[in-house]
């Protein structure tokens, strides 16, 4: 069919153009790009033959490696300025954050003295169960002597099993404990690097 001029050059305008560079170096022209040409870098041009966009070709696993470890650094400093804004907005001197600190370890010191309390008197009560055991099978030595109850046995073990369950918790206050000093002596350093702190010189004894 024929084409009317207007229609024409309407469809000439619509009619996209490219150029790019082969891998030997030859440029080419045309409004198609061929298959074997579709992953190389290319340039869409206007109707005055000059380029108006760069499409990017398809990338090497080197560029693609690079480009992700450029965003995992990225996307590390955007965490580690948030820390910072919250960091300086929360407070305003390292005496304040020592004061939190402290007052964190005192809750976690706290829980740990309690359950060294109640440990202790575990402890002895475990004891009193087992001298009372002792005169039963299979804790005596002597042959004769009778089989130890049932309640005596159930008591020895659940003691046993909470005695165990404090030292578990008594060790996770003072793992907390340890984790907590030392989130907060980090902060401490951030802090006084964002606000150009220095410590004073120490003078040798």
Known sequence: ????????????KNRNTYSWVDEEGVRHYGDSIPPEYRDLPKERLNDQGVPVEEIA??????????????????????????ADQALLNTYLSVEEIVMHRDRRVELFQAQSRVTELYLR?????????????????PYS????????????????RRTKETIKRHEQNLKKYENEEKRIIERFNVDIERFKILKGITDPPTTAT
């Open 57 to 82: 070709g398809k990338k090497t696993e080197e560029q693609l490696e690079e480009e992700a470890r450029l965003e995992k650094i990225r996307l590390a400093q955007e965490l580690q300025d948030r």
């Open 1 to 12: 069919c024929l084409l009317l001029p207007a229609a024409a050059d309407a469809q000439r």
């Open 141 to 156: 030595d002597d042959s004769d002597a009778p089989m130890i109850g049932d309640d005596l046995a159930e008591e020895l």
């Open 121 to 137: 008197n575990l402890e002895r009560r475990l004891a009193t169960l087992r001298s009372e055991a002792s005169r039963f099978q």
